[in-house]
């Protein structure tokens, strides 16, 4: 069905928005432009167009966390104040800066300060006063992040520190939402460049300026055309020109309908015309169209706005930035709005949105918002300006004192849109983040990795939305209701399936210790590495122990704990340990051997009281999507057949 063309008509700012996002999408301009690959020095401020994975450990070797002595801590045990240890260097004590890779036989560092070189002693030894623990004062290979871990999703604008993470887990260029392009054309016969002296009857051409630093605030590129004289065949070729290298055209005066305003007759030539005329105060003469190019497969968005720049700027925020936001992926972050009283009447004309700016200051206990002058060439107002009022069409103003909402300029950011997930780690929690931010753009997913028993705590405490779970009652053989009856107790909440996955022993490659069950942790030549008390991991482990009557204390490595599947299977990884529990995603990823044992549930945990928030509705749409499912599927271990189904609808009736 064709979209009709609307001319000078002052149509409703609602109205005309509908008219214009209807012809984008209708020629598929809605969507988020293309990636590219960057060098990752230029990437601050831009969008993620994938998702960024780790492709080295962070840090990718044992280092030493402190200045002073690599040991072996075992050597330290019985060093006291009262009886202290000599160990002799570099043998039994290594001499180690922060940041050097920690000696192969060694595991823990002795801080400098807390070394002493006894004048009694021979200068290549030194005497301790206290013991270290096992990996005390050390950063461990994958401490901060793992190969093959999600270090951001797609879609997330990048900051200094995220830089530093994307380089640190091994890359140097970044794949980004391109930048718009947006060609900026004034026209009028009027118009003088900047630095001219202008005589009477001239203007200064500064709206490219204002225009091209409000698009630059959008992260987006401005094109500054040199000045079109009111010639109808020079603004056509200066249109066309634009449409082949641009994303974007804003057509600059000649809107209107005096005797030489020709852009919407020369739009309809080459193009099409929806909008023309808004009624907002200032910036009645709105064109919305698209120009059509030989050259190129779709139409160029063009928006034609006022000369005068009090409405070309209000133009720009009602219209040119949420367009530029939206290809790029960027959240269009509304304004603080806060409560104001006006100190004087205020008129306004009936049949347009007036949108006034305001000074604001505070008077005692109460917000002030004081107009300023209307007038649209009035640039002075913009200067001036904290915040903006609009007072909506068929109200014919305020009255003095009246109570007024007012949109800030300058604003704190609220990130009021994030799901936050504390509890059991779980490579899916990864994806799911990647695919909210792929689906909703305005929500995101941030996990932290506290253990299950961790997580319901959490969620007690009120930390959190969501827990992932996955705790075995050994004596009902369970999964998590029980642990949510007693830990939730006066929450009622849901526990939602989302996956099945496989647990066992993570070796290294081709297995050289031979292991092949939990009994040959015991073995006096293996080495293990543990989970952290209260995950579901470690509860799991001690479950099977007991099971098989296999004594702790024989297991060399016990009680040293991991706190993710992937950094445990990055220490068998390393040499470090002979074994880990984990599950078989962990095992692959860093290209193990695994030994499987058990099939376990792992669920999200969410109070009820949170089911109805649209962040957590988003997430729960996530999980039963073919595009989730697809890629978990792809993961080895998992089995999603109840992805999505509700284990239980409401604890507090176990």
């Known amino acids: 069905m064709p979209i009709r063309n609307i001319y000078l008509e002052d149509i409703p700012l609602d109205q005309a928005r509908d008219h214009w996002d209807k012809l984008l999408l209708t020629h598929d301009l809605s969507s988020l432009l293309q990636g590219e690959e960057i060098d990752i020095k230029l990437c601050l401020g831009r969008v993620t167009a994938n ?4 492709e080295l450990s962070s ?90 871990e999600l270090v951001l999703p797609a879609f997330h604008c990048l ?40 005589k009477p009857g001239q203007i200064i051409e500064y ?58 007759d020369i739009i309809s030539e080459i193009g099409q015309v929806v909008v023309h005329g808004i009624a907002v105060r200032p910036g009645h003469p709105v064109i919305l169209g698209t120009i059509e190019h030989p050259d190129k497969k779709k139409p160029v968005p063009i928006i034609g706005v006022p000369g005068y720049p009090v409405s070309t700027v209000l133009t720009a925020e009602l219209l040119i930035k949420p367009l530029l936001l939206k290809w790029q992926g960027i959240e269009h972050q509304k304004p603080v709005e806060i409560k104001a009283s006006l100190p004087r009447k205020i008129m306004s004309p009936i049949g347009d949105d007036d949108f006034v700016r305001v000074a604001v200051g505070k008077v005692g206990d109460k917000t002030i918002a004081i107009p300023l002058a209307r007038g649209a060439g009035v640039i002075s107002s913009l200067v001036r300006a904290d915040g903006l009022l609009c007072i909506p069409r068929f109200t014919e103003g305020y009255s003095h004192q ?22 059991s780690h779980d490579i899916t929690l990864d994806l799911l983040s990647q695919h909210l931010s792929h689906n909703y753009n305005d929500t995101r997913l941030i996990s932290t990795n506290s253990g299950s028993i961790g997580g319901l705590v959490s969620l007690k405490r009120e930390e959190c939305h969501i827990s992932g779970s996955h705790l075995l009652d050994p004596e009902t053989g369970e ?61 799991l482990l001690d479950y099977h122990l ?29 040499g470090a340990a002979d074994v880990a529990m984990g599950i078989r995603a962990a095992s692959f990823a860093l290209g193990l051997d695994f030994i499987p044992f058990t099939i376990e549930e792992y669920d999200l945990i969410i109070p009820k009281y949170h089911l109805d928030n649209k962040n957590i509705q ?37």
């Open 51 to 54: 998702p960024v994975w780790a």
């Open 159 to 198: 900051r200094p520190a995220d830089l530093g993470a994307i380089a640190a887990s091994g890359h140097s260029t970044v794949n980004v939402i391109k930048q718009p392009t947006v060609a900026i054309i004034p026209t009028g016969d009027e118009l003088v460049e900047i630095g001219t002296l202008p």
């Open 618 to 654: 988003n997430l729960l749409n996530i999980l039963i999507d073919k595009r989730f499912n697809h890629d978990i599927m792809e993961i080895p271990g998992y089995n999603i057949d109840k992805i999505g189904d509700i284990k239980c609808s409401d604890t507090s009736k176990l």
């Open 546 to 574: 007991n099971l098989q009557n296999i004594p702790t204390d024989k297991i060399s490595g016990y009680d040293r704990e991991q706190y993710t599947h992937l950094t445990a299977a990055a220490t068998v990884s390393s």
């Open 207 to 264: 709206n490219s300026l204002i225009l091209s630093s409000q698009i630059k605030t959008w992260k987006a590129l401005p094109k500054c055309y040199p000045i079109v004289p009111d010639n109808k065949e020079d603004i056509r070729k200066t249109l066309l020109n634009a449409a082949l290298n641009n994303d974007l055209i804003i057509l600059n005066a000649g809107s209107s309908k005096g005797s030489k305003d020709f852009a919407a």
């Open 402 to 423: 009246s109570s007024v909402n007012i949109n800030l300029y300058t604003h704190p950011s609220k990130i009021n849109k994030t799901i936050i997930a504390i509890g």
């Open 479 to 539: 999964y998590n209701k029980p642990y949510v009856k007693q830990y939730l107790s006066n929450i009622p909440s849901s526990i939602i399936y989302l996956a099945n996955r496989e647990q066992g022993l993570m070796v290294q490659s081709g297995n050289p210790k031979q292991i092949k069950s939990l009994h040959d942790l015991t073995k006096p030549d293996i080495t293990f590495v543990n989970r952290q008390l209260g995950s579901g991991t470690r509860l």
């Open 59 to 148: 840090p990718h070797y044992h280092s030493a966390a402190m200045d002073g002595y690599a040991v072996k801590s075992t050597t330290t045990v019985s060093a006291t104040e009262t009886s202290p240890v000599t160990l002799q260097t570099p043998m039994k004590a290594e001499y180690v800066d922060t940041g050097n890779p920690m000696p192969s036989w060694s595991d823990a560092v002795i801080p400098i300060e807390q070394v002493q070189k006894a004048s009694t002693t021979s200068e290549t030894n030194i005497t301790i006063y206290k013991s270290v623990a096992p990996w005390q004062h050390v950063r461990p290979m994958g401490e901060d992040m793992v190969t093959t």
